[in-house]
């Protein structure tokens, strides 16, 4: 497919087919293809697309198929977020908190802009900055208010979030209802789920729960909910069989990486 994909110059195909063959999971000549593939993605961002931009930066960053540039990883982002790619404008935010010490005021400008325009994933971040990093450049009033911005939409981590920061259980288990109703079907979301259920020592924590959105996760191949899926089927097997069950999860997941 990704041979077809490269035929008819789709660039981002061919910079999945020369990792692909770089990595040594199929056979052609994964040099000729990554030059193909960057010289057809930075003819695409000089004529202004977007989403070109953004792909240089993700290529730049990985080294998967040229050496690893953080500079230029970083100049096509911002030219990606300056065209107004959601996406690259996001990176750059999560960019800035990275950076060390973690840059607040970038990644809160940012993200502050993203939930004015009604990103309910920015206005959690926003809550996230303040109540999970103390950063100071976001007010406790502000970031509460952000966080009931997205819990309004349902967002479902959002309902997740402030279900684990309240003390009231009964408010606690209606966003849970609420965040397991409006599951979107995504492993990121059941993963989300997971964890939420697999917390201890509050009143959400629910092992067979954890277990159960582990399993929804893993139904997409993630290695996180492998892992966590096969630690928890370990962690209740009483036979043989359930043993050896929860092992092939545990490989599967040592097999993704």
Do not use: C
């Amino acid at each position: 497919l990704l041979e077809m994909a490269s035929a008819r110059q789709d660039f981002e195909a061919l910079a999945d087919h020369a990792a692909l063959i770089k990595a040594k999971r199929a056979k052609g000549d994964g040099d000729a293809l990554a030059a193909r593939a960057i010289a057809g993605m930075t003819a695409e961002a000089d004529g202004g697309k977007a989403s070109a931009m953004s792909d240089l930066a993700k290529i730049y960053d990985q080294g998967l198929i040229v050496p690893r540039d953080a500079e230029a990883a970083t100049m096509w982002r911002r030219r990606a977020a300056d065209a107004g790619h959601y996406g690259a404008t996001v990176d750059l935010a999560r960019e800035a908190l990275d950076a060390s010490p973690p840059d607040f005021e970038t990644a809160f400008a940012i993200y502050r802009r993203l939930a004015e325009a009604g990103s309910a994933d920015a206005a959690l971040k926003i809550a996230e900055m303040r109540f999970e990093h103390d950063a100071e450049v976001v007010t406790a009033k502000e970031a509460g208010l952000w966080l009931d911005r997205a819990v309004a939409v349902e967002h479902v981590k959002a309902l997740l979030f402030k279900a684990q920061n309240t003390d009231d259980g009964k408010l606690a288990a209606a966003l849970l209802a609420k965040a397991e109703a409006g599951w979107d079907g995504s492993a990121n979301q059941a993963l989300a789920l997971a964890d939420a259920f697999d917390t201890p020592g509050w009143v959400g924590f629910r092992p067979d729960k954890a277990l159960a959105w582990y399993a929804r996760a893993a139904a997409d191949g993630g290695m996180r909910a492998f892992s966590k899926l096969g630690a928890h089927k370990l962690a209740m097997a009483t036979t043989p069989e359930q043993v050896e069950a929860a092992l092939a999860d545990v490989q599967r997941a040592a097999d993704l990486g």
